[in-house]
């Protein structure tokens, strides 16, 4: 690709020479402006002709070509200096201005370069509008289209979710809890036993094996309760007979 002139477009660029900005009034706005380090300077001008000839400006008129006039000052801030093809002393047509602020001097935008850039500003806005909008679009075959904005995920999250007030149990619905406890703890006994708080559950069938009594115990205490009987027995003789009804 060639590269690009930096003469193509000069509505982007800018040029100072700090040096001259202290003594910058009307009579030397146009010698500042013709410095050779100034891009927006045409070399080729009828002033550069006047200048080498060491002629008064009033001679301009009488000459056929591009020249720069000073169109406008307002010292020590702003200067307007203009462009023009002179084609009689009469006629000319204006070819560009250039405003000195500060003495930063800048090249005034034409009305076309104006209106360009107003377009594309307002067809980028359009553009970035119609792109969020379409980010926004959700489309299902069952649902159809529908808009799924983020703001309202958020104003969900920060709201706060209000809490429900717990209604206290009736007394059916207590009774009826107890009730099926109840008939839990009997369909499926408890496999652990907590016999104290703080000690570690102990299985119910080590605890019914602790609770059974030793054999030989049990039987002492058998052979006890068989001499108790037959004594009860000899201390009260035999049975008495009955007569029998006939």
Same mark, same amino acid.
């Given at each position: !690709? ?13 040029? /100072? ?15 500042? +402006? ?20 060491? =002629?008064? =400006? *009033?001679?301009?008129? #009488? !000459? ?6 000073? =169109? ?34 800048? #090249?005034?935008?034409? =009305? ?17 509008? +119609? ?11 069952? &649902? ?18 209000? &809490?429900?007030?717990? *209604? ?8 009826? /809890? ?7 703890? #009997? ?7 907590? #016999? ?5 559950? @102990? ?17 002492? *205490? ?12 000899? @201390?009260?003789?035999?049975? *008495? ?6």
């Amino acid at each position: !690709m060639a590269a690009v002139d930096i003469r193509d477009n000069l509505l982007g660029i800018s040029w /100072v020479d700090s040096s001259w900005i202290p003594i910058l009034n009307s009579g030397s706005v146009l010698d500042y +402006f013709s410095e050779r380090s100034n891009p927006f300077y045409d070399r080729t001008c009828n002033n550069e002709v006047v200048k080498m000839q060491r =002629l008064t =400006l *009033e001679h301009l008129n #009488q !000459m056929v070509g591009i020249e720069y006039i000073l =169109l406008h000052a307002q010292e020590p801030i702003l200067f307007i200096i203009r462009k023009q093809q002179r084609q009689s002393p009469a006629q000319v047509i204006p070819l560009a201005d250039y405003y000195i602020i500060a003495g930063v001097i800048y #090249q005034a935008p034409d =009305l076309g370069s104006v209106i360009n850039s107003r377009v594309l500003t307002a067809v980028h806005g359009i553009q970035s509008a +119609f792109d969020e909008a379409m980010s926004y679009c959700r489309y299902h075959p069952s &649902k159809g289209y529908w808009w799924h904005f983020k703001d309202h995920e958020e104003q969900d999250k920060v709201k706060p979710k209000a &809490k429900r007030k717990e *209604e206290p149990s009736s007394i059916f619905q207590r009774q009826r /809890v107890d009730a099926l406890l109840v008939d839990l703890r #009997q369909k499926f006994p408890p496999k652990f036993v907590q #016999q104290k708080s703080g000690e570690k559950p @102990v299985p119910v069938d080590q605890t019914k094996k602790e609770a059974e009594p030793i054999p030989e115990t049990v039987k002492s *205490e058998e052979k006890e309760t068989t001499k108790n009987v037959q004594q009860t027995v000899s @201390v009260k003789g035999p049975p *008495e007979k009955r007569m029998r009804l006939q």
